[in-house]
């Protein structure tokens, strides 16, 4: 019956294998080891730690240990005794070395039958019935190691879990253990606010300052709030490089503290060494710039497609051969085509005809021609409205283009971006074009580069955008943005494998359910100034028209060129005309005589 319930125990954790730790002898081991595949139950035997090394990481190990004389659990690394391991303890009380392992040890003691007295369902007979008592074995690292009631086992009924919730919710109140936040210091300093670095991280009139640490340190505050701990916060001068003792980084990749007060991206180098509890915050991090809207020299084309502008054509032609056709006056006939393209261009044309056939094609010519024009006029003002911007739109163009580069002092900045080679093309091509020794500035003189119109700054945008305030509505609607690190969400982080990573997770996925870290990400994000002239179109420039000034100056220059053969040519038939009458006149005057 000890090993029916033993394999209940195990089929309830839902284990992969088994591990019997014990230096039985070879006829016992054998013996256990068919009882337990009678329940199919897959078991390997081991006299010490080793097989412990050898087990599958990606499966739930189950391990049994039946108490002797000799203590083989001290040989034990704490490692082994985390959540992906299941225990189970057979004897009358704990080992001593149980008493030091870890947190989130999950260990079950069972202890030797008592015999009890039951009644059969409802008949009167009794009889004696073996019982066995689970008890959940809770280790505090500070109280010591506590045993509670978890469940029982009897032949009768069976596996009964009694107490799993209060399991569950005993491992959720850490008793004021104290729990430390390694929390970069960011742009904190005593000369730039007056007061401690709590005070700092606490203050929401500045929220905009290090907000991936507010943010990373408040979600970290909310969950050892929830775990009943006690908050320890431990400033580092390094957010997520490891180049200096004093990093966030290695606080948690060594357990030195347990949780992060700064957020990160997740990385593939990264899951080596931390452990991600809670995606809370969106990391976006860029170059922002003013652009100006890129000129069109073809604006007055660009409405319709060639198609229309051939159908517009064809559309003109027939019309003024209509009105030619229709009109019945030489004058009528003479300013046919000159009425049709003034009424096409919109422009007054005097030249109706008289005929009902003449009227109703001028009609239908002006009805044509207004439709046109409305057509045209919409077009142009929802380009004007919705038009791109000239400025660069990668990294690679931006090291193209005429901006300058600078950006806020950050070690992610420095040593995962522009201090480093890295293996962006995009970068390094930028980097190798616009680095200077004056690459590093402050966002105040940042936000004053940008203004001036020929410098893109780099930093997060969260951070940049309560500093637009003092831009005009025409600035910030040329505001343009060119990401290094597109908008993703940022996670808390904690020790790799650490014994708290599981309560962690849970006290985070509680935060969201209850709403707790939407209502704390809306406290410290912060929306773009918003672009009051977007809905107005864009005042055309003179770029824009120097093709209509070209052809407008052409056409006068063709107009007195004109002028001037009109002028000649009326001279030059004034004069042929007064020799042919002088002519006309001298023959006239001889005929007289004679």
């Not at 203050?203 to 290090?210: A, N, P």
């Not at 009424?343 to 094609?361: K, M, N």
């Not at 003002?381 to 400025?391: E, K």
Request: with cysteine; charged share 20%.
């Amino acid at each position: 019956m000890l090993i029916q319930a033993i394999a209940e125990l195990f089929k309830f954790k839902c284990i992969g294998s088994l591990i019997v730790l014990t230096c039985w002898p070879a006829v016992d081991r054998i013996k256990l080891a068919r009882e337990l595949f009678k329940h199919d139950l897959i078991v390997s035997f081991s006299c010490g730690p080793k097989s412990l090394e050898g087990s599958h990481k990606s499966q739930v190990q189950g391990v049994l240990y039946i108490s002797s004389s000799v203590d083989q659990l001290h040989k034990v690394k704490p490692k082994y005794f985390s959540n992906w391991y299941k225990w189970v303890i057979v004897g009358e009380s704990v080992p001593d070395s149980v008493k030091t392992v870890r947190y989130d040890a999950d260990i079950l003691l069972l202890k030797p039958s008592i015999i009890e007295t039951v009644k059969q369902n409802a008949v009167d007979l009794t009889l004696n019935e073996v019982t066995y008592y689970i008890d959940d074995v809770y280790v505090h690292p500070r109280d010591g190691i506590y045993l509670h009631l978890w469940g029982r086992w009897n032949l009768h009924n069976g596996l009964q879990i009694l107490h799993e919730t209060e399991r569950i919710i005993r491992r959720q109140n850490l008793k004021k253990y104290p729990l430390k936040i390694a929390t970069p210091l960011g742009s904190y300093s005593l000369d730039s606010y007056n007061g401690t670095f709590l005070e700092y991280l606490m203050d929401m009139s500045i929220r905009e300052r290090d907000s991936g640490v507010r943010s990373g340190y408040s979600s970290s505050a909310l969950i050892i709030e929830m775990l009943n701990a006690t908050e320890i916060i431990v400033p580092t001068m390094l957010w997520s490089t490891e180049v200096n003792n004093s990093s966030m980084m290695l606080e948690l990749k060594y357990g030195s503290s347990e949780l992060g007060g700064g957020v990160l991206r997740m990385m593939p180098e990264r899951f080596a060494k931390l452990d991600y509890v809670i995606p809370i915050w969106p990391f976006h991090v860029g170059f922002t710039y003013l652009a100006e809207r890129e000129s069109s020299s073809n604006m007055f084309l660009e409405p319709f497609t060639p198609t229309v502008w051939w159908c517009c054509l064809c559309l003109l032609l027939i019309l003024a051969l209509a009105q030619r056709v229709t009109a019945k006056t030489p004058m009528e006939k003479e300013g046919a085509y000159v009425a049709t393209l003034a009424t096409y261009l919109q422009q007054d044309a005097s030249a109706v005809p008289e005929g009902i056939s003449g009227r109703w094609t001028f009609l239908v010519l002006s009805v044509s021609a207004m439709l046109i024009h409305a057509y045209y006029t919409s077009a142009i003002v929802s380009a004007l409205v919705s038009a791109g911007r000239s400025g660069p739109d990668s990294l690679r163009s931006l090291g193209d283009s005429k901006y300058s580069i600078a950006s806020e002092d950050y070690d992610y900045m420095r040593y995962l971006m522009f201090d480093v080679e890295t293996n962006r093309e995009d970068l390094e091509y930028l980097k190798k074009k616009k680095l200077t020794s004056k690459f590093y500035q402050d966002i105040h003189k940042g936000v004053r580069l940008i203004q001036e119109g020929q410098m893109a700054y780099h930093t997060e945008y969260n951070q940049l955008y309560p500093h637009l305030k003092t831009f005009t509505d025409d600035q910030l609607c040329k505001l343009q943005y060119v990401d290094t690190i597109p908008e993703i969400l940022a996670w808390v982080t904690t020790t790799k494998h650490g014994q708290w990573t599981d309560v962690f997770r849970i006290a985070g996925a509680w935060l969201h359910e209850t709403g707790l870290a939407k209502r704390l990400m809306s406290r410290l994000r912060i929306k773009p100034p918003p672009c009051r002239a977007s809905l107005l179109a864009e005042r055309v420039n003179i770029d824009d028209i120097t093709p209509v000034l070209i052809l407008t100056l052409t056409g006068v220059a063709v107009s007195i060129l004109l002028l001037g053969i009109e002028i000649s040519f009326e001279k030059w038939m004034s004069r042929k005309t007064t020799a042919s009458s002088s002519v006309v006149l001298i023959d006239s005057t001889k005929d007289f005589l004679d």
